[in-house]
């Protein structure tokens, strides 16, 4: 198994910044994707943002152009810079990663962070 552990979340004013980071640690594992999703009460998960299997970053509709995705490969980390936010980005945040340890092809989510944006 690999642990994911995720911090930065917050409370924030709308049109402010937040960072959250999601790093990944165990043993011999490799990463296949990576990203985040959310879930605001009352609703399903959703994508926010990840890096696919060959590497390119996906964007849901409603954070692009605002929230940025980034990744540093020798820490088995990704980031979510998110700028611009609005009440409607407030949600617990999730981190996912698909990854292969030994034959087979797992899947782990991290504990959530909270981010709430309100005046």
């Known amino acids: 198994q690999v642990q994911l552990v995720e911090s930065g979340g917050g409370l924030v004013q709308p049109g402010g910044s937040l960072r959250l980071s999601c790093a990944a640690s165990?043993?011999?594992?490799?990463?296949?994707?990576m990203g985040w999703y959310r879930q605001a009460p009352g609703k399903q998960r959703e994508l926010v943002a990840r890096?696919?299997?060959?590497?390119?970053?996906n964007y849901a509709d409603s954070v692009r152009g605002r929230f940025t995705i980034w990744r540093d490969n020798a820490k088995s980390t990704i980031y979510l810079q998110m700028n611009s936010l609005k009440p409607e980005d407030t949600a617990v945040y999730f981190c996912?990663?698909?990854?292969?340890?030994?034959?087979?092809?797992?899947?782990?989510w991290g504990q959530g962070t909270q981010v709430t944006v309100s005046s």
């Open positions: 890096f696919t299997s060959g590497g390119d970053a």
């Open positions: 996912n990663a698909i990854y292969v340890k030994g034959s087979s092809i797992q899947v782990d």
């Open positions: 165990g043993s011999d594992f490799s990463i296949n994707a």
